[in-house]
């Protein structure tokens, strides 16, 4: 059987669903089944009780819905699991060739780039670029997301400094496909709080700029100069 009642002093119906020979309701749910209501799905009577202990029990519950009581919630701050050592590997030593350009703009042309880059050759238009010669570079991954100051100070522990602009665009113009498969990071030069990076797929390469102090994926590779 079912029957819908309006509840005292409350805007909301309660249903009921006896059946001949189930036993009590508690609220309007089957005591002896795991029911659940049409409004909330999913949400069960053992949800229903757990939160009625919660509050104090039945008559508590009711005083709320009469307006007598009121309940306040709080978010409950859960602490922060903290971050494994930030662990650096080398995936790959590249050469990159030595290359002229006279300015920012002019490396920028030299890789060639399939997005707007306007507004990165404004911002990083005093930057020194060219490679009188050949450098070794290792792209290196790191074990988790990280952020700038972490990835330095790996640097520093084992002997390495991060590339800078002149490389990164030498990266670009002398071996183009390096940046099809990940991002490839130079932290070495900063300007306005951002540095550069090259990323790409299959058929697109780009140059682009990411915060400094923002986390970066763990998938980003960050060039460092091979010693």
């Known amino acids: 059987m079912v029957r819908l009642k309006r509840l005292k002093s409350s805007p909301y119906v309660e249903v009921e669903t006896r059946a001949p020979g189930r036993g009590k309701l508690l609220f309007g749910l089957s005591a002896r089944e795991d029911s659940t209501m049409a409004k909330y799905d999913g949400w069960t009577l053992g949800e229903t009780e757990a939160l009625l202990n919660v509050v104090g029990g039945v008559d508590v519950a009711r005083a709320v819905l009469r307006g007598e009581r009121t309940l306040t919630i709080n978010q409950i701050a859960r602490p922060e699991q903290p971050k494994p050592p930030l662990a650096g590997k080398v995936v790959k030593t590249i ?101 550069l990076y090259l990323r790409g797929s299959s058929g697109w390469r780009g140059l682009g700029r990411g915060a400094v102090r923002g986390a970066w994926a763990r998938d980003s590779l960050v060039g460092f100069v091979s010693e």
């Open 95 to 195: 050469i990159v060739p030595a290359y002229t350009a006279e300015d920012f703009a002019e490396a920028v042309r030299l890789g060639k780039f399939d997005n707007d880059t306007g507004n990165i050759v404004r911002q990083f238009a005093k930057e020194w670029v060219g490679l009188d010669k050949s450098v070794r570079i290792d792209l290196v991954e790191f074990n988790r997301d990280w952020w700038r100051n972490e990835a330095i100070a790996w640097g520093v522990a084992n002997g390495k400094e991060p590339i800078a602009v002149a490389h990164l665009m030498g990266i670009a113009a002398g071996l183009p496909n390096e940046q099809r498969e990940r991002f490839i990071v130079e932290l070495g030069s900063v300007r306005d709080g951002l540095v």
